[in-house]
């Protein structure tokens, strides 16, 4: 006997449309009687007219992530709740197998794109002006390549902030309160679903950007494609999700790149392997699994690294302060060479972990440091993106607090900090011949750095004090404000002395 329809299943919710309700249904019945609904009213509606209610009960009903804060199809919707039978139905109905709309995808990927005004990276609950006019402001600012090297302007902005080492101040997505915008694909591989993948796959959802194939054509971003627009892809949501074999299958079953870089997000495109070791915990056994399989990988490029900032995975690696994981990848610390900042292994291990790691009523280390060494995506270093973060109207002030005006407490390092940092710069100093006179683009050295830490490991200013050039960089070495790693230690100790507040 067929499924009767109610008044409940005409009318959906307020996020979720009727289909969206229904494709979540184990009881495979309701989607179908309610397809066959949509499809038998859609002909006696004239030509022209959009009936809303019939329309909520399409296959693609999807909802709108800037409206109601998720991004969400039936189909996406079927796969989560992992109803096959919904699947089929949806894609046999005619579900666009993207599992979300070009429209939607490219409205969430242009809060990624560089150069854009700082309001889009709070624009949660509103649609965003479309690429092209986002890319226009980019190019007034100086980009007109969003792969470019960075600009004089993106340089001075960082002195105005705490932005990490890998990437610009105002980390993409940061601050978004919706969800991620994925396609059907994505959704499956996180999932760890090869089933739903295949049936999605074989409807001919586009995979164009992901495939090792496309290799050669990655720099020619296609934004009519939308595996190219999305700012992820399935092999990363798959590592993201700890989903080994999935990962497996999607570099060996069905041929995804181990080096795709998602260009729709330029200043966080990440590789899957300095994906792994950025965004999620290598000491999780499945998402270890996931990087032994990358690192297996006869194509995988070790050395691949993120556009703009240059970012190579033991960067990453160290910044963990973790010599076991580095003691377990298989590149040689030469190979990590420095940053588009000029960072190298040695600066990038002596970095603070966040802005509370310096004493902030000290002027002379607010003046010369501001790059965090965090991997953390979401944490703040102030409550505005910048550059709006200058602005008196927002109630903020400085983000660089002046002496005597203290914003947040200073936290002082642990002793497992400490001795996870001395560990980590022992393995440097033996392992790699690093020059510590060398200077970022701040002019700073690791030894600055160290000297500006509150409650620094006195040994670990003196490992570096040891090596070849240590004493001169440590007493001559002046960064972009005069400074020199022991007029930053003698300060801060002075500073100290006063006590913390």
Same mark, same amino acid.
């Given at each position: ?77 079927? %796969? #989560? ?10 894609? =046999? ?9 070009? @429209? ?129 892809? /399935?092999? $990363?949501?798959? %590592? ?14 069905? $041929? ?30 499945? %998402?270890?699994?996931? %990087?032994?399989?990358?690192?297996? $990988? /006869? ?13 190579? /995975?033991?960067?990453?690696?160290? =910044? ?6 580095? !003691? ?53 270093? @102030? ?25 947040? /407490? ?15 710069? @022992? ?37 570096? #004090? ?9 007493? @001559? ?19 100290? !002395?006063?006590?913390?507040?």
């Amino acid at each position: 006997m067929a499924y009767r329809l109610t008044r409940k299943d005409l009318q959906g919710t307020f996020e979720d449309s009727a289909t969206i309700v229904a494709a979540r249904n184990p009881n495979s019945a309701v989607l179908e009687a309610l397809l066959k609904h949509y499809f038998t009213h859609l002909e006696s509606v004239p030509t022209g007219r959009v009936d809303r209610s019939l329309e909520a009960c399409s296959p693609n009903a999807n909802t709108m992530g800037p409206i109601y804060g998720t991004y969400e199809s039936p189909l996406t919707a079927a %796969i #989560r709740a992992n109803v096959p039978e919904n699947v089929r139905a949806l894609l =046999a109905a005619g579900a666009d197998p993207t599992g979300t709309t070009l @429209h939607d995808l490219s409205d969430y990927a242009v809060r990624f794109i560089r150069g854009r005004d700082a309001k889009t990276d709070m624009s949660s609950f509103a649609l965003c002006p479309p690429r092209e006019q986002i890319l226009a402001v980019a190019e007034g600012k100086g980009i007109t390549q969003q792969t470019q090297p960075l600009t004089q302007a993106e340089l001075d902005e960082r002195s105005k902030g705490f932005p990490r080492f890998w990437t610009e101040p105002n980390v993409p997505g940061q601050r978004l309160r919706l969800s991620k915008a994925l396609t059907a694909l994505e959704v499956a591989a996180g999932l760890g679903n090869e089933n739903l993948f295949r049936l999605v796959r074989d409807a001919g959802a586009d995979e164009s950007a992901w495939l090792s194939t496309s290799e050669a054509s990655r720099a020619e971003f296609d934004d009519t494609k939308p595996s190219f627009i999305s700012t992820s892809s /399935p092999v $990363h949501e798959a %590592i993201k999700a700890g989903q080994p074999a999935m990962l497996h299958k999607l570099l060996h079953v069905y $041929h995804y790149s181990p080096n795709y870089l998602p260009l729709a997000t330029p200043t966080a495109a990440l590789p899957p392997l300095s994906f792994a070791l950025l965004r999620c915990d290598p000491h999780n056994p499945d %998402i270890w699994a996931c %990087i032994v399989h990358l690192l297996q $990988h /006869p194509d995988l490029d070790q050395h691949l690294r993120s556009p703009i900032f240059d970012i190579h /995975p033991l960067h990453l690696a160290v =910044a963990r302060h973790d010599p076991d994981l580095l !003691s377990r990848l298989p590149m040689p610390l030469s190979t990590a060479g420095t940053t588009a900042l000029g960072h190298s292994l040695l600066h990038i291990a002596s970095l603070p972990l966040t802005s509370d790691y310096i004493d902030q009523k000290n002027l002379d280390s607010v003046q010369s440091i501001h790059c965090a060494r965090t991997l953390d995506s979401h944490w703040l270093s @102030h409550a505005f993106p910048s550059p709006m973060h200058l602005s008196p109207s927002n109630g903020t002030g400085l983000t660089r607090p002046i002496p005597g005006q203290h914003i947040s /407490p200073t936290i002082p390092l642990t002793s497992l900090e400490q001795e996870a940092q001395l560990s980590t710069l @022992h393995l440097l100093v033996r392992a790699v011949s690093l020059d510590v006179r060398a200077q970022d683009v701040d002019g700073n050295t690791a030894l600055h750095y160290l000297a500006a830490t509150v409650n620094v490991d006195p040994r670990a200013l003196q490992l570096l #004090r040891d090596v070849e050039g240590g004493e001169e960089a440590y007493n @001559h070495s002046r960064n972009g404000v005069g400074l020199t790693p022991r007029s930053l230690w003698e300060s801060n100790k002075a500073q100290s !002395s006063q006590g913390l507040g």
